[in-house]
């Protein structure tokens, strides 16, 4: 493909730099290897690499397989791009041996093969992304990048934990392992072994047991039941005490190991050193979920071989209690993240398209009373009525975005008790009389770095989710506090990192939330509310929101007693600056605005907007019309506004076209989809002002006078 492009046989090594408004070049964030063989192809890449502005990336070219292995024993690489038909390589074999000889590299696999099945085996094989190279643009090939790398980074980290334990594990067994070759040999030592098993215990969260099999009779530590929250002796001399604190979903698995273990026993079947395996979660004294895992050995007191007669042998089991809930709290923490991952990208796919269904609805609803002054009280409410339920859509899409990549606005010094006073007098004006509001809030809290409507809408979803909770009425506690998170807090809790926040709590007396639910209550569309009173999306959005602003988020919660969510954010030494009411918005002065939009229900009501507001007005359809217009108008008109999403000619190619005729053009760019990488992208091209679908007359009118007043 390409073949125009001028080709080479020698390798290359290119470097691509974002420009920057400064002479200061900024050393690259990310250092990718490309391994590719056609010239042309690799060529297109790095074009494609220029006109990212979020990041600065160097690519490192490279031919063949052989080449990429000496770039790989020189340098220090982030993400490999990998062609799977090279010169001196071909197929997964390629993915194979970069994978092998770097193991902790991120690599995308990269060709002209639109194939699932090759998909599947490519990841399965290690790849942590599958493109097709006529499907590949900036956002599709930047995206992949990124979570390639943050992908194989949380991988690592889990692996790393993994191993970890693992090592942990290890390291106590090889304890119980000696011991039982000092049984074999005969060194009845006891006291050597027990002082073993005793240092063992004292590294970590364990305890030991030993198991007479065919007597039945078991000797637990004392350490081993202090990790079920119990007195000492509570087990008693049998597995029956201990078998009553599982889990009655995990029981019947331990159960089956057990009897299964005695069966072999009893036919004479077993291999030395063979034993249980398990990890299982125990009902702990304080409610919360517990899991333990048991490693163990099997051995024959007496030093009989694997092969010999074991009759008159007594058969022993010796092995370590170990509870690994932080572990398995880091699992479902990393998949959970997979989740949201997953449906966030279905939420940035439906978001523009539904931003473009709302507008003219929301438009209509706001234009009509101004051209239509003499209706009857009745159809006002209906106007109302019909932009409400507009902007109520609006708002669900901005929660949908928000769970999915966070929506970030302008970011300002905000001082939280401002916000928490609003919020209070908000709540008490709306929520049933039945509910009580108890606010504390210390004049001396830190002030926060954040988008002010934000973290007004978390506030307000979380006091909402509270007195869903209180059905006949209870008590809402709003807190404040500055907090310095230490690194014991940081090891708890993935997401924070040490250093100064200000914690907000918004606590309810209600009904609580099950356990087994807590883990699902931030992802998107699970909701416990009836069909028709929830939508699940709520605290997904609180979660998008928090995030974006460097922010994390703790849930506390037994059923029947209530709920606490604690919100963290950065604490910043900024002062606060108290906010500006919005300037009247001043009409036109006949300027002449050119708008393009595929959508003709919203260039046209658009135009009646603008007209109404003392504007000119000339639509076009798409990009090639645009260009015509302005071609046959460019005397008169005074700027564009243009839509990013069309077919055929998108916005931006319309707009460097438009650059082409006139480069001091005022142009506003309006787009569905709002991300902080589609306005940097569209500015990138020209476009000095954004316009988020759907928006509001006010909105509209205020971009086009702050880009005429510029003109």
């Known amino acids: 493909m390409f073949d125009s492009l001028p080709q080479s046989t020698a390798e290359q090594t290119t470097r691509i730099e974002r420009s920057q408004s400064t002479p200061t070049i900024k050393r690259p964030d990310i250092q990718i290897l490309l391994i590719e063989d056609n010239?042309?192809?690799?060529?297109?890449?790095?074009?494609?690499?220029?006109?990212?502005?979020?990041?600065?990336?160097?690519?490192?070219?490279?031919?063949?397989?052989?080449?990429?292995i000496l770039q790989l024993n020189s340098a220090r690489f982030d993400v490999a791009l990998l062609d799977l038909t090279l010169p001196d390589s071909d197929g997964l074999a390629s993915l194979d041996a970069v994978s092998h000889h770097m193991p902790s590299l991120p690599i995308v696999v990269l060709t002209n093969t639109n194939d699932d099945e090759l998909a599947i085996k490519a990841v399965q094989h290690g790849a942590q992304d599958y493109l097709v190279k006529r499907h590949v643009n900036l956002?599709?090939?930047?995206?992949?990048?990124?979570y390639a790398i943050e992908r194989k980074q949380a991988a690592e980290a889990l692996r790393e934990i993994n191993e970890t334990l693992e090592w942990r594990i290890e390291e106590r067994t090889a304890t119980i392992e000696a011991a039982n070759e000092l049984l074999n040999q005969e060194i009845d030592s006891r006291e050597n072994i027990q002082n073993r098993l005793e240092l063992a215990q004292q590294a970590g969260k364990i305890g030991t047991f030993e198991w007479d099999i065919q007597a039945d009779l078991v000797t637990w530590s004392i350490e081993l039941e202090t990790l079920?929250?119990?007195?000492?002796?509570?087990?008693?001399?049998?597995?029956?005490?201990?078998?009553?604190?599982?889990?009655?979903?995990?029981?019947?698995t331990v159960e089956a190991e057990l009897a299964s273990l005695l069966h072999l026993c009893a036919t004479e079947s077993l291999q030395l050193r063979q034993g249980l395996d398990l990890e299982f979660r125990i009902a702990y004294p304080d409610a919360n979920t517990h899991w333990i895992a048991i490693k163990s050995s099997v051995f024959l007191v007496g030093g009989a071989a694997p092969d010999e007669n074991r009759n008159g042998n007594p058969i022993r089991m010796i092995g370590i209690h170990m509870d690994i809930t932080e572990k398995k709290q880091l699992e479902a923490q990393f998949l959970r993240a997979q989740r949201l991952e997953s449906l966030g990208t279905l939420a940035s796919g439906i978001a523009h398209d539904l931003n473009n269904v709302?507008?003219?609805?929301?438009?209509?609803?706001?234009?009509?009373p101004l051209r239509l002054t003499n209706i009857d009280s009745r159809s006002q409410n209906l106007?109302?009525?019909?932009?409400?339920?507009?902007?109520?859509?609006?708002?669900?899409?901005?929660?949908?975005?928000?769970?999915?990549?966070?929506?970030?606005?302008?970011?300002?010094?905000i001082q939280p008790s401002h916000l928490l006073i609003d919020i209070q007098k908000i709540v008490q004006q709306?929520?049933?009389?039945s509910i009580e509001i108890d606010r504390d809030i210390p004049a001396n809290l830190w002030t926060v770095m954040g988008d002010m409507t934000q973290l007004h809408q978390v506030l307000m979803n979380l006091c909402v989710n509270a007195r869903d909770a209180m059905p006949q009425g209870g008590t809402i506690s709003i807190q404040a506090s500055n907090r310095a998170i230490d690194e014991p807090f940081t090891r708890a809790h993935l997401e924070a990192k040490v250093g100064n926040y200000v914690e907000i709590t918004v606590a309810d007396t209600g009904t609580g939330i099950q356990p087994q639910l807590l883990h699902r209550i931030f992802d998107p569309f699970f909701t416990t509310k009836e069909i028709g009173k929830g939508t699940g999306?709520?605290?997904?959005?609180?979660?998008?929101?928090?995030?974006?602003?460097?922010?994390?988020?703790?849930?506390?919660?037994?059923?029947?007693?209530?709920t606490q969510i604690h919100v963290y954010l950065p604490a910043s030494n900024t002062p606060s600056q108290p906010s500006q009411e919005e300037a009247q918005l001043p009409s036109g002065q006949q300027q002449l605005i050119l708008v393009v939009d595929d959508e003709l229900a919203i260039s046209e009501l658009i135009k009646t907007t603008l007209e109404t507001y003392n504007y000119r007005?000339?639509?076009?359809?798409?990009?090639?019309?645009?260009i015509a217009i302005y071609a046959q108008h460019r005397d008169s008109i005074d700027g564009v506004l243009i839509d990013l999403m069309m077919p055929v000619m998108d916005g931006l190619t319309t707009v460097t076209a438009l650059h082409h005729i006139d480069p001091q053009l005022p142009v506003v760019a309006m787009s569905g989809l709002s991300s902080v990488e589609a306005v940097d992208r569209a500015k990138s091209f020209g476009c000095e002002y954004f316009l988020a679908k759907p928006y509001t007359s006010s909105d509209l009118l205020q971009v086009i006078h702050d880009c005429m007043v510029r003109r």
Not at 358 to 368: G, R, Y
Not at 388 to 413: M, T, V, W, Y
Not at 542 to 554: E, N, P, T, Y
């Open 383 to 413: 106007l109302k009525i019909l932009e409400s339920s507009a902007r109520r859509g609006a708002d669900l899409i901005k929660q949908i975005l928000s769970f999915a990549q966070g929506i970030e606005g302008k970011h300002l010094c």
């Open 430 to 433: 709306t929520l049933p009389k």
């Open 39 to 68: 010239l042309a192809e690799a060529r297109l890449l790095q074009e494609i690499l220029k006109h990212n502005l979020n990041s600065q990336f160097a690519v490192t070219h490279v031919l063949r397989l052989g080449a990429a």
């Open 139 to 146: 956002d599709v090939l930047v995206r992949s990048i990124r």
């Open 537 to 562: 999306l709520g605290l997904s959005a609180v979660l998008g929101i928090i995030k974006s602003h460097g922010g994390f988020l703790d849930v506390q919660s037994q059923v029947n007693q209530g």
């Open 617 to 626: 007005v000339l639509t076009a359809n798409d990009g090639a019309e645009a």
């Open 358 to 368: 709302l507008t003219p609805i929301l438009s209509v609803a706001q234009l009509l």
């Open 228 to 252: 079920y929250g119990i007195l000492p002796g509570s087990f008693g001399n049998s597995n029956a005490a201990w078998l009553e604190t599982i889990y009655p979903e995990d029981r019947p």
